[in-house]
């Protein structure tokens, strides 16, 4: 059994989640937000069977658009008194995922 983790854009997570559903797979959704961008995203986690996860992974990608967002930097990194920074264009997504062996899985 494998647990994917797939971090995708709020906007594509209705979609994603839909075609998921459909083809019966179930999926947790977290609400979760960049640590670089620091604004929302999505966090699904789905727990499948090995010969189900290139079928996930398709839906994922199928599903899960690149983006272009502009943001500027962080205090932290960039803010130098006096100066305005000017915006940053950043390539978003589609879909960052990882896939993990599952040692033990219950329901209770
Ligand atoms: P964020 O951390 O908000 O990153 C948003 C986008 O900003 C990234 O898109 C990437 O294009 C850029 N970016 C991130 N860190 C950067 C840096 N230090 N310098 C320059 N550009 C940077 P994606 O790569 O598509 O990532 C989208 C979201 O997926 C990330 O949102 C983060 O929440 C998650 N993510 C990506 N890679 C990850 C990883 N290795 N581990 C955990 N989460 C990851």
New binding site residues.
Partial sequence: MKLIIA?I?DEDATEVIAHLNDAEIQVTRLA????????G?T?LMTGVQDDQVDSVLKIIEENSK?RT?Y?TLPSACGAMHGFILAPIE???????V?VLDVEQFHKF
Avoid at 32 to 39: A, D, E, H, Q, V
Avoid at 90 to 96: E, F, L, N, S, Y
Wanted: charged residues 15%.
């Fill in positions: 971090i854009q979760t937000k960049g640590g670089f961008l620091r604004s995203n966090t690149s967002q943001a950043v390539k978003v997504g589609g879909a960052t990882f």
